[in-house]
């Protein structure tokens, strides 16, 4: 079975642009969660959403943004990009949301602002 | 507020040896303590995980030890192989979404 997909695997934008990056869960997996990694750091939550609504959301400015489509796919958001943005994108994805469940991660998106 | 402190930042190790990496958490609520192993340019993989029910938990070289008392837990790699080399992090979980640790490199020397 194919693991958590992500889209593109490298982006470069420049600050004010905005951005899309998407993520395909593992099959039957219904939950999926959004972190950003800065080098050196752990992941920190973004979002997480279940059945297409949104679950939890971390502590982040307005300008990030996601949704979960019908075949549980998902997209985030970025708008008004920062240098400050510039990290590695995760996506995971579990069979349940909450933070009691093995979550699987992609290989992640590297985010560029220059 | 932090709500995992994890330890050592980095980690230099003998092949063979023991590679111990501890975390604290602060919040009881938490339920669900993963360890997660990354390599450059990867995603982190899930390595192991316990719940509080009980004190250890071991899959081949890699054994969770859990302090619920001491509000602790540790990832013990025994035998060390260079191919560990990579970051571990700890998390918490539960009916929170999950925080992860700040993250400890681990190096092994063959």
């Known amino acids: 079975d194919a693991g958590v997909t992500q889209s593109p695997t490298h982006l470069i934008k420049t600050r004010g642009q905005q951005v899309t990056l998407r993520c395909s869960p593992i099959s039957g997996h219904k939950s999926v969660s959004w972190y950003q990694q800065v080098l050196g750091q752990g992941p920190q939550f973004i979002f997480q959403?279940?059945?297409?609504?949104?679950?939890g959301r971390g502590n982040f400015p307005d300008r990030f943004s996601a949704r979960q489509f019908p075949n549980y796919s998902s997209e985030l958001n970025v708008n008004a990009l920062l240098l400050g943005d510039s990290a590695l994108y995760l996506c995971a994805s579990s069979l349940q949301p909450s933070g009691r469940y093995e979550q699987y991660f992609g290989p992640g998106t590297r985010l560029t602002v220059t | 507020q932090q709500q995992v402190k994890q330890s050592p930042q980095s980690l230099i190790v003998q092949k063979g040896g023991i590679s111990i990496i501890n975390c604290a958490y602060e919040?009881?609520?938490?339920?669900?303590f993963p360890w997660y192993q990354q390599f450059p340019g990867k995603g982190p993989a899930l390595l192991i995980a316990i719940r509080p029910d009980v004190s250890e938990k071991k899959e081949g070289r890699f054994t969770i030890s859990f302090n619920k008392s001491a509000k602790q837990f540790s990832l013990h790699i025994m035998d060390s192989q260079p191919g560990d080399s990579a970051t571990y992090f700890c998390a918490v979980g539960g009916s929170y979404i999950p925080t992860f640790g700040r993250g400890t490199s681990l190096i092994v020397h063959p």
């Open positions: 919040n009881t609520a938490f339920d669900y």
């Open positions: 959403y279940y059945e297409k609504e949104e679950r």
